[in-house]
């Protein structure tokens, strides 16, 4: 069964770094697109970057563009996502997903979601 687990959330103050990590398996997942969403308490998932399968196209919404980078490993069946210069509000629960085909912003395009990890910015 395909499985997705991020990692690497934690508690950071504000302009420090965190780097999430999510490891695939049970499928090929080289060959999906992956995305980072990102959620907080009474708020729609919120999309924060996608990449597509090789690594070479990668997209960002506004809010995290020039801080944060996102990279895959597909020998590792891994996906990061670099955080840095983080602010209180990037503090939310951070969820990887991947789709077949292009990568996209919106979550309901995405077939297979982690559980999430926290991460909490403290200014």
């Known amino acids: 069964q395909a499985q997705l687990v991020e990692s690497g959330g934690g508690l950071v103050q504000a302009g420090g770094s965190l780097r999430l990590s999510c490891l695939a398996s049970?499928?090929?997942?080289?060959?999906?697109?992956m995305g980072w969403f990102r959620r907080t308490p009474g708020k729609e998932r919120e999309f924060v970057a996608h990449?597509?399968?090789?690594?070479?196209?990668?997209y960002y919404s506004d809010s995290v563009k020039g801080r944060f980078t996102i990279s895959r490993d597909n020998a590792k069946n891994t996906v990061y996502l670099q955080m840095n210069s983080l602010k209180a509000e990037d503090t939310a629960i951070y969820y990887c997903?991947?789709?077949?085909?292009?990568?996209?912003?919106?979550?309901?395009?995405?077939?297979?979601w982690g559980q999430g990890t926290q991460v909490t910015v403290s200014s």
């Open positions: 997903a991947a789709k077949s085909g292009l990568g996209s912003v919106r979550h309901h395009e995405y077939n297979y």
């Open positions: 049970g499928r090929t997942f080289s060959s999906y697109a």
């Open positions: 990449i597509g399968w090789s690594g070479g196209i990668k």
